[in-house]
């Protein structure tokens, strides 16, 4: 991201820490451009440059196999959940599509993704927004898939909160950089991914509503 704004904005690398976890590409980008005081309009101007050039910047970087880079047991437990009948699996990420979509099939787990579902950072600088793109994505028939049979699966607070702003349930999983006291907002807590599948089934047995969707501000 650093290469692609220094090729299309022309600035040095800010001072600071710019927080990345559970965000998204766009949002890390902008806050990055109005620490370098680039103007807002100018941000607004050139972002789609700058998504392009990113995704550039990172398939020269990417290294050809991601696989070390998996969550422990999380391959295997896609293949699980594929296998069900009724579950529909979908990728809700912050990363520019073209990014996301090199890092799951460098991974080799892009087959659970197909092209023309999911939610990604070029749909919308907002994490909130991604879950509801997602199910329109994958309804049918002009209708979004089910708020009731929807569930995020993540590992950061933005996970959770994006999940509340849709008004669907979610999973947290303490093997990214959060541990399990900072997701107990979400519906339920692992921390393994061989935990998910019976997470998933005991939250439908419940069969308990969807939380109240919260209005965002």
């Known amino acids: 991201m650093h290469a692609a704004l220094r090729r299309v904005h022309r600035i040095k690398r800010p001072d600071g820490r710019v927080e990345a976890a559970g965000r998204t590409d766009g949002a890390i980008a902008r806050t990055i451009l109005l620490l370098a005081d680039v103007d807002a309009r100018h941000i607004d101007e050139r972002m789609p440059e700058v998504r392009r050039v990113a995704g550039e910047e990172f398939a020269r970087r990417c290294p050809p196999d991601l696989r070390d880079r998996l969550s ?100 947290a999983t303490a093997t990214g950089p959060f541990a399990a006291d900072e997701l107990r907002d979400a519906d339920a807590v692992i921390g393994h991914a061989r935990e998910l599948p019976g997470a998933l089934k005991a939250m439908f047995a419940r069969a308990s509503p969807a939380p109240r969707r919260h209005t965002r501000r």
């Open 72 to 171: 422990p047991g999380i391959a295997p437990v896609l293949e699980r959940l594929a296998a069900v009948r009724g579950i529909r699996l979908s990728l809700v990420t912050g990363n520019l599509e073209p990014i996301a979509r090199l890092k799951l099939e460098r991974a080799g787990i892009g087959h659970h993704f197909p092209l023309g579902q999911g939610g990604f950072g070029s749909d919308d600088d907002d994490r909130a927004a991604l879950p509801e793109i997602a199910r329109e994505r994958a309804g049918e028939r002009g209708r979004p898939y089910p708020r009731e049979r929807t569930v995020v699966i993540g590992d950061t607070p933005r996970d959770i909160a994006c999940a509340r702003a849709d008004g669907v349930r979610v999973i």
